[in-house]
């Protein structure tokens, strides 16, 4: 039986689970997304499902019904490109797709804290969560460690920015690549972004958190980011024809590079 029809009288969305939700994720799976067929409707199912939906020029609703399932039938069925990217796009991670759907978070005011950010914290449990009590301390690898836990994939599980430089499970890319970590170092300390692209100057474009004490995506120097490109080793790694910065797609500023990430 197809999605659409499997889902015609109850749509799927966040929380759900069984044998259809699995039959989303392998359809998922076939357009593109790093999903296996686990049957639970998680964070990672969701951002997948949004991406999808934008991409086939459906409401971002993240919820599974007869439309989005047309739409899946015909990726299952061959009668669809797999993951219909965007012009000048490069298809992205989802744990990038995740972090943009948080652009525009700020800590909070003065000596108030945003209570989402200190969330993301409990939410990560361990270290992060005893050490993270304020949003006034550092969160750039507080952010990257979320973006990665959204989707399911296991992070440093620490506050600190450097250790994306290998000290995780993932592997060392040859340069950089859309959804790449990249870590480098600031006064004081170390930040972390990931890479979105570069501009028309010839900087590379990062989302971070932590930048002007906000989520955004900021240009950066390419003499900055000497501590390497890094990936999830549980995913596969992007082909060499999308690693590099001759073949990241160009992402506008306004050329001011990022001074502060503190």
């Given at each position: 039986?197809?999605?659409?029809a499997?889902?015609a009288?109850?749509?799927?969305?966040?929380?759900?689970s069984?044998?259809?939700?699995?039959?989303?994720?392998?359809?998922?799976?076939?357009?593109?997304?790093?999903?296996t067929?686990t049957?639970?409707f998680g964070p990672?199912?969701?951002?997948?499902?949004?991406?999808?939906?934008?991409r086939?020029?459906?409401?971002?609703?993240?919820?599974?019904?007869?439309k989005?399932?047309?739409?899946?039938?015909l990726?299952v069925?061959?009668?669809?490109p797999?993951?219909?990217?965007?012009p000048q796009?490069i298809?992205r991670?989802?744990?990038?797709?995740?972090?943009?759907?948080?652009i525009?978070?700020?800590?909070?005011?003065?000596?108030?804290d945003?209570?989402?950010?200190i969330?993301?914290?409990?939410d990560?449990?361990?270290d992060i969560?005893k050490?993270y009590?304020?949003?006034?301390i550092?969160?750039?690898?507080?952010?990257?460690n979320?973006?990665?836990?959204?989707v399911g994939l296991?992070?440093t599980?620490?506050?600190?920015?450097?250790?994306?430089?290998?000290?995780?499970?993932?592997?060392?890319?040859?340069?950089?690549?859309v959804g790449?970590?990249?870590?480098?170092?600031r006064?004081?300390?170390?930040?972390?972004?990931?890479?979105?692209?570069?501009?028309?100057?010839?900087?590379?474009m990062?989302?971070?958190?932590n930048q002007?004490?906000?989520?955004?995506i900021e240009p950066?120097?390419?003499?900055?980011?000497n501590?390497?490109?890094?990936?999830?080793?549980?995913?596969?790694?992007?082909?060499?024809?999308?690693?590099?910065i001759?073949?990241l797609p160009?992402?506008?500023?306004?050329?001011?590079?990022?001074?502060?990430?503190?």
């Amino acid at each position: 039986m197809s999605i659409e029809a499997l889902v015609a009288s109850k749509p799927l969305r966040m929380g759900a689970s069984g044998d259809v939700v699995r039959q989303v994720q392998l359809a998922l799976k076939a357009a593109g997304y790093s999903l296996t067929g686990t049957g639970w409707f998680g964070p990672a199912t969701d951002t997948a499902v949004e991406t999808f939906q934008a991409r086939a020029g459906l409401i971002k609703d993240g919820e599974v019904g007869p439309k989005t399932g047309r739409a899946l039938d015909l990726v299952v069925a061959g009668k669809a490109p797999p993951v219909q990217a965007l012009p000048q796009e490069i298809a992205r991670p989802l744990w990038l797709e995740a972090g943009i759907k948080l652009i525009g978070t700020k800590e909070g005011a003065g000596a108030k804290d945003n209570a989402n950010i200190i969330q993301w914290a409990r939410d990560e449990g361990g270290d992060i969560a005893k050490e993270y009590t304020h949003d006034s301390i550092p969160w750039c690898a507080l952010f990257a460690n979320h973006c990665l836990t959204k989707v399911g994939l296991k992070g440093t599980g620490t506050l600190w920015a450097l250790d994306f430089a290998g000290n995780w499970s993932a592997v060392k890319v040859a340069g950089p690549a859309v959804g790449a970590f990249a870590p480098m170092l600031r006064n004081g300390g170390g930040h972390i972004i990931q890479i979105v692209g570069k501009d028309q100057h010839g900087n590379l474009m990062g989302l971070g958190g932590n930048q002007s004490d906000a989520v955004n995506i900021e240009p950066f120097a390419v003499s900055r980011l000497n501590k390497g490109f890094w990936w999830p080793k549980s995913v596969a790694t992007p082909p060499a024809s999308q690693i590099g910065i001759s073949h990241l797609p160009i992402v506008q500023s306004n050329g001011k590079v990022s001074i502060n990430e503190a």
